[in-house]
C-alpha cells in the first residue's frame, strides 16, 4: 500500500494553530505518510510541530461555513485544534488523518521506516540480554539455571526464548506445568533478593478448574525456592471470589492441600476495562477547566484513579515486605500474569533493589519484567483516554506502573537517578514511537517483525550522553536500603506531568526546576575548585618544606 | 510525673506504641520516650484534651493541638490519667491575659534589644514605602484616642477631601464604626485598597457623610473615575443582614460604584469545614475515594479557592483597570483582612520578602482588628468565636509560593513557623483583639515580638529559589485558581505525622545546598587569598622559616593539613538525604497482613506464620 493514496490533500496553507496557554499561530500544514507536520510562516518566530499519526487518538472536525475545524487528541494527552480553510481541503486531510493514524498492519508503522540521524554507540536491542543478568546472578546463587525450554516460543508463546527457573526442575517438567498454567506462563524468577536469597516469582494462574487438578511438577517447581521448613507467600492480584469463579472457566488458585507450605494473599488489581474507564474519566476531569471545587474533587474521585495507585503500591509494598522483611519467597499471579503481576513485581523491585533505581537498571527493569516478560503493549497501548471506539483490550497498564514510579519518586527524590521527564518519555514511546522497542505483544511477535533488525531500539537514542543528561536526577546519591513508601491518600499525588501538562502553564514551575538544577550543578563546580585550591596550597607547603629540607 | 506512659502511633491500627514517661510543666507536657526522644507541648497550644473509656492496657488520652498535632496517650492507672486530664484542662484554658506564657517568658533579651524588637515593623514607614500621604491621601488624627472606632489603630490613612464631619458621620453609619481608610495604596497605578464594615443600611436607610466618603475615595483616584465595592460575603447572607439593619451599599445611592458580591462564607462555616476536615484527614485507614469524598463535603480547599479568587478580582481591578476598590464584610476583620492582604501580595512583591510578610500581617491583620484572641481561643471564650481565618489566609499564600516557586523569599517553613506561633502565646504580637487592648496591656513592654526572632533565624525560613528579579516592582502575579491547582496542605495538617511525608525531602537538599554554596564561595576567596599572599611572599616566607631553627617535623609531610580538610565538603548533606522511615512499621500497609487474615480466616496470619517459622 502506498500512503500516497491515502493522501488526498498533502498540503494546505493558512492554517491556523490553536494551543491551550500559547497564541494561534498562522502557518502551512502538510501531511507525510507518518507524519502531521505544520509550520509557521511567521519570520521572527519559526515554529514547526511535527506530530506522528499513531500519536493521534481521536480526530474530531466542524465547520463554519467554508472554514473547517479538526481537533486533534494525542495519545500523549495534548489537544490540539486547527483552522483550515476550504471545506473540501478539511474533509481530506481530516479522512487521511483519520486512516493513516488506525492503519492495521504493524509493519506499516513509523520504526519500520525511521532513519535514525545520530550515530548509534550500542545497539539498545542487545543491551539487555536475560543471559547478562543471569551471569550477575550467578556470581551469588547457583540455585538457578537458564532454561531454552521456550526456544521456538512452543511452551508458552508469551515468553522469551529464555527463562530462569530452579536449578533442580528439568525441562521436562517445565513443559508439564506449562501446561497447567494459563497460556503456559509457568513460574519463573522475576526478582532475586541478594539480601537474605529469597526469590521473587511470577506465573499465571493454575488450571485447577472446579474439580482441584493438581500438577506434581508445579508444587515442586515452586517449592524449590524454598528454604526447608519455611514458607513461602502467593500474592494472587485477583479478590478471591474472583480467583474462585476463574475456577469454573477451568483456571483457579493454589489449594492449601496441595501447596501446605504456602500462604495465599489475595489483593483487588483492576485491569481491562475497569483501569481504561478510569483513565478515561480522569483526563476527562483533568480536561476541564470550568470545573468548580466540588466537582473537580468529585469527578477525581469518581475516577478512581488514585485508589488503583494505592491499590498496586500496596500490593507491591506487601510483596517487598514478604520478601525483606519475612524473609520468605513469593510467587506472585492474577489470571493470565501479563498485566498486574507485572505491575506487581516490577514495583517491588524498585523497593528492593537500588539498581532499579538507576537509568540503566530502570530500563533493565522495563525489558525484563514488560517487554521480555510479555505485557501485550500493542494491545494495551492502541489507544490512549480519548478514543471512543470500545475495544477491549486497551488499558493503561504500563502508565499506571509508570506513574507509581513517580509516586515513589516523589516520596524519595534523591534516591532515583532519573528524573520525571524520563518516566513521561517511557509513557509517550509506549504510546507511540519513532522506536520498535514497544511494538509488538512479546518477543516471539517482535522476532517475527525481525525488529531487532528493522527498527532502531529506544535504548539505542536514550542511552547516548547527550540524551541521557537530559534525563539525569540531579539529586541522585546512590542509596543502597530498600524504600518503602507511604500509601495514605494524604501522601499520593496526581501526577501533573502527565495529566495536567497540557491544562496549564507550567513556566514558572519548569523555570523554578532550573534553579534546582543550577543550584546543585553550581555546588559541584564550587566543590571542585576548592578541592583544586586546596590541593595548590597544599603542594605550596610541600615545596616550600622541602626547600626548607 | 507519670511513668510508663505510652504514646500511641494516632493511624497504626495495630496499637503500635512508644513507653516512656510524661511530666507536666507549667508551660508545657513533655513525653520522653524509651530512646529519650523529646516531645513538647505547650499547653496553650492544647485544644481539647479527652478522656477515653478505660481499656485493659490503661486509660488513654487524646490531646488534640491548635498546630493539627494529635496525640494519644494510654495512661496506666486510671487515677493519673484522670489527674492528668485535669490539670491539663486547667492549665490549657486561661482566664486572664496575664497568665499567657508571653508574660512569664524571657528569652534573655535587656530591655532595649525588647523595645528595638517592637519597633522592627513600623507601619507609618510602610505607609510611606507606599507613597502615603501624597496629594490626595493623607493621615487622619480622628481616632488617635480611639474615640470613633476602638477596634481600629490609632493611625489611619484617608482622602484628604474626608473632613471631619464626614469621617465620623461615615464611622456611625458602619458597623463597630469601622469606616472606610486606607489599606494599601498602589503608586504607580494610583489606586487604593480601602476597608471597612458593612453599612447599617437596612432595608432603605442613607447616609451622606458615609456617601461622601466613598465618592471622596473614588476621587482621590484621578486615573479612574469608578470605583468597586466588593462585599465578600455571599449576597444571601448580606440580604438576610438587612432584616438587622445592617446590609451592603444601594448601588443608586452611590455614584460611580460598582458593587460586586465574591461570596467567602462566614467564621462559623470556616469553623466546621476545617473542623471536617480534620476528622477525614485523621481516619486510621483511609481510603483514596473517602479522603477524596471528605476532602469535597468539608467544602475546605473550596473556601479556599473563594478567597483567593476574591484577592486575584481584587488585584486585576487595581492593576488592570487602575480602579480603587472597597473592600468590606460584616465586621471588616475577617474575610476583609484577608482579601485585602492577599490582594496587596499579589500587587506588591515587597510583601513576598520575609520583611515585607511581616509588615503585611502587622498591617491588615493585627493594626486593623483582626480578633486573634477570639479566633485563636487565646483566652477561654466563646468557642462560637474560633475561627481559622488567619490559617486560610495562609493557605493561601502558600497555594501562590507552590505556583510561583521563585517569587517569594519566605519557604513554607516561615508560614508554618507563624502559624504556630499565632497560637502559642508566647509572644505579645497576637495577643488580644485588636490595638486599643494591646496597650492597655502594656505588652511593649510585658512581652517580646515575634519578628525580632523570627528575622534573627532568617536562614531557616528563607526559599533557596527565591528570584528578586522575578517579578518587577509593582506587578502583578496571576495565579490560576482553576479547581485542580488547590491541593490539600499537608505539611500543616499532618505537620506532626512523620510517615506521611516525603522520606526525603528535595526542599531540605535544595536549602543545604544554597546554604552550603555561599560557605564554599567564601572558602574559595580565603583560598585564594592564601595562594596570592603564599606566591607573593614565598621568599618572605622561606627567609623567615630559615630563621626560625625550633620549626617543628615537618607533619606535613605525612598528610598535608589541608588534604584532612577535603572531606566529601560538609556533613550537613548526609544528615539531608538520611532516609526516615526505611522501615515497614512506619508504614501503614505493614499492617496489611494481619488486617487482611481476619477478613479471611481461610489464610493464617502473616505474624503466626513468622511464629511458626521461628520457632
Known sequence: ?549 | QVEQVKLLDRFSTSNKSLTGTLYLTATHLLFIDSNQRETWILHHHIAAVEKLPLTTSGCPLVIQCKNFRIVHFVVPRERDCHDIYNSLLQLSRTAKYEELYAFSYNPKQNESEQVKGWQLIDLAEEYKRMGVPNAYWQLSDANRDYKICETYPRELYVPRTASKPIIVGSSKFRSKGRFPVLSYYHKNKEAAICRCSQPLSGFSARCLEDEHMLQAISKANPSNRYMYVMDTRPKLNAMANRAAGKGYENEDNYSNIRFQFVGIENIHVMRSSLQKLLEVSGTRGLSVNDFLSGLESSGWLRHVKAVLDAAVFLAKAIAVESASVLVHCSDGWDRTSQVCSLGALLLDSYYRTIKGFMVLIEKDWISFGHKFSDRCCQLDGDPKEISPVFTQFLESVWNLTEQFPQAFEYNEAFLLQIHEHVHSCQFGNFLGNCQKEREELKLKEKTYSLWPFLLAEQKKYQNPLYNPDFSPELTLLEPNTVSFNFKFWRNMYHQFDRSMHPRQSMFNLIMSTSEQNKQLEEDIKELEAKIKQRNGQSDVVLAKEQEQTAHPAPVALKTPPCFQKEQPAMPVNDAVRTIEGSNTADNRYSELVSEFSKAEPAVVSLEYGVARMTC
Not at chain 1, 545497539?123 to 532454561?147: A, H, I
Not at chain 1, 469463579?245 to 483487588?268: D, L, N, S, T
Open chain 1, 1 to 549: 500500500m502506498e500512503f500516497a493514496e491515502l493522501i488526498k490533500t498533502p498540503r494546505a496553507d493558512n492554517v491556523v494553530l490553536h494551543r491551550p496557554f500559547h497564541p494561534a499561530v498562522e502557518g502551512t500544514l502538510c501531511l507525510t505518510g507518518h507524519h502531521l507536520i505544520f509550520s509557521s510562516r511567521r519570520q521572527d518566530n519559526a515554529e514547526e510541530l511535527w506530530l506522528l499519526h499513531s500519536n493521534i487518538d481521536s480526530i474530531e472536525k466542524r465547520f463554519v461555513g467554508s472554514l473547517g475545524t479538526i481537533v486533534i487528541k494525542c495519545k500523549d494527552l495534548r489537544i490540539i485544534q486547527l483552522d483550515i480553510p476550504g471545506m473540501e481541503e478539511c474533509l481530506n486531510i481530516a479522512s487521511s488523518i483519520e486512516a493513516l493514524s488506525t492503519l492495521d498492519s504493524v509493519t506499516l508503522m513509523y520504526p519500520f521506516f525511521y532513519r535514525p540521524m545520530f550515530e548509534v554507540l550500542e545497539d539498545g536491542w542487545s543491551s539487555f540480554l536475560l543471559e547478562q543478568e543471569f551471569e550477575l546472578l550467578s556470581s551469588v546463587t547457583n540455585e538457578w539455571r537458564l532454561s531454552c525450554v521456550n526456544k521456538e516460543f512452543s511452551v508458552c508463546p508469551s515468553y522469551p526464548a529464555v527463562v530462569v527457573v530452579p536449578k533442580c526442575v528439568d525441562d521436562e517438567a517445565l513443559r508439564k506445568v506449562a501446561l497447567f498454567r494459563h497460556g503456559g506462563r509457568f513460574p519463573v524468577l522475576s526478582y532475586y533478593h541478594k539480601k537474605n536469597g529469597m526469590a521473587m516469582m511470577r506465573s499465571s494462574q493454575p488450571l485447577t478448574g472446579t474439580n482441584g487438578r493438581r500438577c506434581k511438577e508445579d508444587e515442586k517447581l515452586i517449592n524449590a525456592t524454598l528454604r526447608s521448613g519455611r514458607r513461602g507467600f502467593v500474592i494472587d492480584t485477583r479478590p478471591l471470589n474472583v480467583a474462585q469463579q476463574a475456577r469454573a472457566k477451568g483456571g483457579g488458585f493454589e489449594q492449601e492441600v496441595h501447596y501446605p507450605q504456602w500462604r495465599r494473599i489475595h489483593k483487588c488489581i483492576e485491569r481491562f476495562n475497569i483501569l481504561q474507564e478510569s483513565f478515561i474519566k480522569l483526563v476527562e476531569a483533568c480536561n476541564d477547566q470550568s470545573h468548580n471545587m466540588d466537582r473537580w474533587l468529585s469527578k477525581l474521585e469518581a475516577s478512581n484513579w488514585l485508589t488503583h495507585i494505592k491499590e498496586l503500591l500496596t500490593a507491591a509494598c506487601l510483596a517487598a515486605q514478604c520478601i525483606d522483611r519475612e524473609g520468605a519467597s513469593v510467587l506472585v499471579h492474577g489470571s493470565e500474569g501479563t498485566d498486574s503481576t507485572l505491575q506487581v513485581t516490577s514495583l517491588a523491585q524498585i523497593i528492593l533493589d537500588p539498581r532499579c533505581r538507576t537509568i540503566r537498571g530502570f530500563e533493565a527493569l522495563v525489558v525484563r519484567e514488560w517487554l521480555q516478560a510479555g505485557h501485550p503493549f500493542q494491545q494495551r497501548c492502541a489507544q490512549s483516554a480519548y478514543s471512543n471506539s470500545k475495544q477491549k483490550w486497551e488499558a493503561p497498564v504500563f502508565l499506571l506502573f509508570l506513574e507509581c514510579v513517580w509516586q515513589i519518586h516523589r516520596q524519595f527524590p534523591c534516591s532515583f537517578e532519573f528524573n520525571e521527564h524520563f518516566l513521561i518519555l517511557l509513557f509517550e514511546h509506549a504510546y507511540a514511537s519513532q522506536f520498535g522497542t514497544f511494538l509488538g505483544n512479546n518477543e516471539n511477535e517482535r522476532a517475527k517483525l525481525k525488529l531487532p533488525q528493522k527498527t532502531m531500539s529506544l535504548w539505542s537514542w536514550v542511552n547516548r550522553p547527550e540524551e541521557l543528561s537530559r534525563f539525569q536526577n540531579p539529586l541522585y546519591e546512590a542509596n543502597s536500603l530498600v524504600i518503602w513508601p507511604s500509601v495514605a491518600p494524604q501522601s499520593l499525588q496526581l501526577w501533573e506531568g502527565v495529566f495536567l501538562r497540557w491544562n496549564r502553564p507550567s513556566r514558572f514551575l519548569e523555570e523554578a526546576e532550573q534553579e534546582r538544577i543550577n543550584i546543585i550543578k553550581y555546588n559541584k563546580e564550587l566543590q571542585a575548585k576548592v578541592n583544586t585550591l586546596r590541593r595548590r596550597l597544599a603542594e605550596m607547603e610541600m615545596e616550600s618544606e622541602s626547600d626548607e629540607e
